[in-house]
Structures are given as structure tokens and as C-alpha cells.
Nanobody
Framework: QVQLVESGGGLVQPGGSLRLSCAASGRVFSINAMGWYRQAPGKQRELVADISKTGRTMYADSVKGRFTISRDNAKNTVYLQMNSLKPEDTAVYYC????????WGRGTQVTISS
């Protein structure tokens, strides 16, 4: 089992920045890729970014150039630095960790509004 706890969400104005963190515990040695998804009201959950154990990254087109995913394997933590935030980035952001099973955190709310 792997447990994931997200933090760092909140309310910011358009153009602002936030940094999300996701700390993993449990069978962390079995984790391969980690990533972030988001789900806005009335929409499906979508991939934001993910990062492999070796640091290879992938981003949704909508966040390329604005968001950066990183990972500290020693701390079993994945981060999402979000810059130039837009109202359409408003969503609940979920962390995931892949072993032979996909684990999810409970999510953290990100609201972009003036």
C-alpha cells in the first residue's frame, strides 16, 4: 500500500503562482511514475503532468511552459510548481503514484479568481 497526501492548494489571483506537494508513504520503494491530475466541476479528471522515477516528464498541452513537475526521491515527494495561473486552472488537483496499481491522494483545491 502507498499513501499520498497533497498540500499547497489555495486561492490565488490570475497570474499568480502556487506550489503543490505530494508526500508518499508506505511501500514507496515500489513506486515508479508519479503525477498530478485535476478535475474541474462537471468535467472529467485529466492528466496535468507526470514524472518517471528517472525524471522524465510529460505535460498536458494546456500547462506546458507554465507548470513544472519535479520529484525528490529521497523525500518520496513530488511537486507541481504552477505559474501564470489562469481561471481555467481551477480544479481539485490529485496526486497519483504508480506501482502495479495506481494510488491516489484525496486532492487539494486550487481556485484561481480575482
Amino acid at each position: 500500500q502507498v499513501q499520498l497526501v497533497e498540500s499547497g492548494g489555495g486561492l490565488v489571483q490570475p497570474g499568480g503562482s502556487l506550489r503543490l506537494s505530494c508526500a508518499a508513504s508506505g511501500r514507496v520503494f515500489s513506486i515508479n511514475a508519479m503525477g498530478w491530475y485535476r478535475q474541474a466541476p462537471g468535467k472529467q479528471r485529466e492528466l496535468v503532468a507526470d514524472i518517471s522515477k528517472t525524471g522524465r516528464t510529460m505535460y498536458a498541452d494546456s500547462v506546458k511552459g507554465r507548470f513544472t513537475i519535479s520529484r525528490d526521491n529521497a523525500k518520496n515527494t513530488v511537486y507541481l510548481q504552477m505559474n501564470s495561473l489562469k481561471p481555467e486552472d481551477t480544479a481539485v488537483y490529485y496526486c497519483n503514484a504508480d506501482t502495479s496499481y495506481r494510488y491516489w491522494g484525496r486532492g487539494t483545491q486550487v481556485t484561481i479568481s480575482s
